[in-house]
């Protein structure tokens, strides 16, 4: 393919130029259409160099001996050449599917590996897996799962998780109030799954302030309240919103605000709703008293909340983290029947949308971008599970489940291969995790850095990165297809996901199945021509692919006037029923209940939260966000996430009254432990979290291996989270990922060696 004047390629934390000298990125300049490049940029280059890239195949030591696993996480790795690598893999392969079926593959892959969609790591796995025969997937996200299983059965299928938001520039045309759970933090935003053209959160702001609506955020950390003029903020305990919600939905009944007739005719159920918040169902009215004491929350503000809802039109909204918790389809689902009740759903820019606050892109015009990776083939395997359920399955296999009012089996792993993610980062209780993944005959990772899952392999593949590859890039809620251009040749012995597939295929009889004789090149222009089909569709011109790839991007003209959600519905519920079992917000599901779980939403507490009899012996509550200065683990070592770690540790925020309590001052190095595991820290007081709740974001390596000694303490131990975290479903509803549901305690390990007095002074103060 032709090398364009002006190199330029995309990450999922933006779209960037490139300067490139004798084979070398010298530097990265940001996208010109970029209203607000992210400080992350030069993440992107700083993996292709990392001191911890994965540069040849490697075999682990223990395996070589046939020590059936037990060394995983721990061996040194001996590098080997490609011939034997793919020798070894394709041969275990063939050897699990002969002796124990295809359903004995594991092949779920989850992660978000690099934007390009053409070299979409774990969509090739999975078509390679495919043609092969077919493997164990994973199913539903870390993102959003639990909401993502349940609530299309409360707003129906096309209602859920994965549909458009109502554009913001609607919002802020005309709602008054936006009541933000987790508010919108400004780092989330950095970050769009594909890669995107515009980071378009700084804007939306503006014409929220611009418009006077009032944002109100509700979150156990003041920072996740943007920084406009007369942002308010409510703090709350962590995992307590459900509790919040039904008081504001008390005040509505017994003041008569709600709206009898949007109830009457749009939802169904209330009355069994009713009877809860009421409590003539339980003895227990769901008062402003009542969620004070659960939620911290004085009562009178609660109950002018309600009034304020009542008056004024809002949006109401909450990020994905309050599903991440025990029981996190509850507040979800109090979300909708409280908007419900204010019977606001479907007015221009008014009612709910999940996910203003969690990632770029969200609530855009609506450009719907057509963009398409190597396309799946049917997997003739199902024995998928919820992704966050891999721990559980791996340790026992053949034992039944309930999930999305299914029974169903856990499968018998013998063979794991991933590609494009890091479960040593992303799953709970690692340490749980690394036990698990000891059990199977064979591990094959393709990794572009030597982390906790490269480690728990038998076998790692170096993969390139999207600098070393041509792609194309971007997410269907961005304006811009991005070409992705190849600035440099591999490093190291490093090949793409897609040739090392093929070559497996090769050995094991289904190249031609796996590659349609195509090579990556053949899928970048042809995915092109693609986006263009679909777009010519629309009466939206393109270039060719020459003048695309030469331009380096192409931007979708904006969009005509997009719909607010439900807004048909509300125009006309006969002719356009919500896809439920009664065609009506269902406020009340009768399965539910059958799942020995209120048939309404309801309060229903957590094993690990403030208000739980663990909290007496972990009296912290730990939350563990996504980290600012990198994508999940991805650009770890990178300059813009060091920012964000002090003297090699991250830095954990606590209260300072908590502090206090501890002996703990700025920058000292902490442990932060409970029964799981413990994990290190530097500390940072911070007056603007809630009392209680500790605040370490995940992404740090799992050090639990001998190979990564920590740089600068050498002690053994990092500030992974997820060692602490808990891995419990959400509920036999959506068996997501409980992350958030998590009590520590955290103790002094070492004074900061330079102490600033100043921040001293304050801990003595307040
Ligand atoms: N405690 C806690 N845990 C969480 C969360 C939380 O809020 N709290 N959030 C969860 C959420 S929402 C998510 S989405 C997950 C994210 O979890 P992941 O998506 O697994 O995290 P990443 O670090 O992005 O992992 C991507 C991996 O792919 C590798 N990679 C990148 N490009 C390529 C490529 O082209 N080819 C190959 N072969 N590899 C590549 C990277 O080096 C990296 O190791 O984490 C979850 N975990
Ligand atoms: N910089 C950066 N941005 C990212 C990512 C990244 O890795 N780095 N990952 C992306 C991905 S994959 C995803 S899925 C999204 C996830 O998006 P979210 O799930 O929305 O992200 P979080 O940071 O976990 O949570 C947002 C805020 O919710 C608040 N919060 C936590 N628990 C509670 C609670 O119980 N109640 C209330 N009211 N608030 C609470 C926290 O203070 C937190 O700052 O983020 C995306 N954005
Ligand atoms: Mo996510």
Not at 252 to 280: K, P, Q
Not at 310 to 323: D, E, F, G, K, V
Not at 579 to 597: C, D, F, H, N, W
Request: charged residues 20%; contains cysteine.
């Amino acid at each position: 393919m032709k090398s364009p004047r002006q190199l330029r390629s995309a990450s999922h934390w933006g779209a960037f130029r490139i300067e490139v000298d004798r084979g070398v990125i010298r530097d990265v300049a940001p996208f010109e259409f970029d209203p607000a490049p992210s400080p992350l940029l030069r993440n992107a280059v700083e993996m292709v160099y990392a001191p911890n890239r994965v540069l040849k195949p490697a075999v682990r030591a223990g395996w070589l001996k046939g020590d059936g696993g037990a060394g995983r996480g721990q061996d040194d790795f001996i590098e080997i050449g490609w011939d034997e690598a793919l020798d070894i893999v394709a041969a275990q392969l063939a050897r699990t599917r002969k002796l124990y079926g295809d359903a004995a593959v594991f092949g779920g892959s989850y992660g978000w590996a690099s934007a390009g969609r053409v070299h979409h790591a774990r969509g090739l796995l999975h078509r390679f897996l495919a043609a092969g025969g077919g493997f164990t997937g994973q199913e539903t996200n870390y993102s959003y799962g639990a909401a993502m299983a349940f609530i299309p059965h409360v707003v129906g299928k096309s209602e859920g998780m994965s549909s458009p938001l109502t554009p913001l520039a609607q919002v802020a045309e005309n709602a008054r109030i936006i009541l933000a759970f987790g508010g919108l933090p400004a780092k989330n935003w950095e970050v769009q799954s594909g890669g995107s053209g515009v980071h378009a959160l700084s804007g939306h702001l503006h014409t929220l302030t611009q418009n006077g609506v009032r944002v109100i955020t509700v979150s156990p950390f003041r920072d996740d309240s943007p920084d406009i003029p007369g942002a308010e903020f409510i703090s709350i305990r962590p995992t307590t919103d459900c509790a919040l919600i039904l008081a504001l939905i008390h005040i509505l009944i017994t003041e008569n605000l709600h709206d009898r007739a949007f109830l009457a005719t749009y939802t169904s159920g209330f009355e069994t709703l009713e009877a809860y918040v009421m409590g003539t169902s339980d003895g227990v009215p769901k008062t402003p008293a009542w969620a004070s004491a659960i939620t911290g929350i004085p009562a009178e503000m609660i109950a002018g909340l309600a009034r304020d809802l009542a008056r004024q039109p809002s949006m109401i909204t909450a990020t994905w983290s309050l599903q991440r918790a025990a029981n996190g389809e509850q507040p979800f689902w109090a979300i909708i029947s409280l908007a419900s009740a204010l019977g606001r759903i479907g007015l221009p820019g008014q009612g709910f949308g999940f996910g203003y606050g969690s990632i770029n892109g969200m609530g855009d015009a609506g450009y719907k971008t057509p963009l398409s990776g190597v396309p799946s083939l049917p997997n003739p395997v199902t024995s998928h599970i919820p992704v966050a359920r891999i721990t559980d399955m791996l340790m026992n296999p053949g034992q039944g489940y309930r999930y999305n009012f299914q029974t169903r089996h856990y499968p018998d792993i013998r063979l794991i291969y991933w590609a494009g993610g890091n479960p040593f980062h992303h799953h709970q209780d690692l340490n749980r995790l690394s036990t698990a993944f000891r059990k199977p005959d064979f591990v094959a990772v393709h990794e572009i850095i030597w982390n906790g899952t490269a480690r728990h392999s038998d076998i790692v593949l170096p993969a390139t990165t999207a600098l070393e590859r041509n792609d194309i890039g971007g997410s269907s809620r961005d304006p811009f297809i991005l070409a992705m251009h190849r600035a440099i040749n591999p490093m190291g012995d490093a090949r793409n996901d897609y040739d090392i597939f093929a070559a497996l295929a090769e050995r094991l009889g289904y190249r031609k199945t796996f590659t349609e004789g195509r090579t990556t090149d053949d899928w970048v222009k042809r995915q092109w021509e693609r986006s263009r089909a679909t777009l010519a569709g629309r009466g939206i011109d393109t270039p060719d692919f020459e003048t695309f790839w030469e331009q380096g991007y192409f931007r979708m003209p904006e969009p005509k006037r997009m719909k607010t959600r439900l807004e048909d519905f509300r125009a006309d519920p006969e002719a356009n029923p919500v896809e439920t079992a009664t065609g009506r917000i269902m406020l009340s599901l009768p399965q539910v209940g059958e799942e020995g779980l209120p048939p309404h939403a309801a309060w229903l507490g957590a094993d690990e939260y403030l208000g739980s009899a663990l909290a007496s012996r972990y009296p912290l509550h730990l939350l563990t966000p996504q980290p600012p200065g990198r994508l999940h683990s991805q650009g770890g070592l990178s300059t813009a996430s060091g920012a964000h770690r002090r003297n090699g540790y991250e830095i954990l925020r606590i209260n300072p009254k908590d502090a206090r309590d501890r002996e703990i001052a700025d920058d000292d190095v902490v442990e932060v432990f409970n029964d799981r595991g413990v994990c290190m820290a530097v500390a940072a007081l911070d007056p603007g979290l809630c009392e209680g709740v500790v605040r370490l974001p995940p992404g740090a390596d799992y050090l639990g291996s001998r190979r990564a000694v920590d740089p600068v303490s050498q002690l053994d131990r990092g500030s992974n989270p997820n060692i602490l975290t808990r891995d419990v479903g959400t509920s036999v509803l959506g068996q997501g990922c409980t992350a958030q549901s998590c009590l520590v305690d955290v103790r002094l390990v070492q004074r900061s060696p330079n102490p600033d007095p100043a921040a001293t002074k304050r801990m003595g103060g307040s």
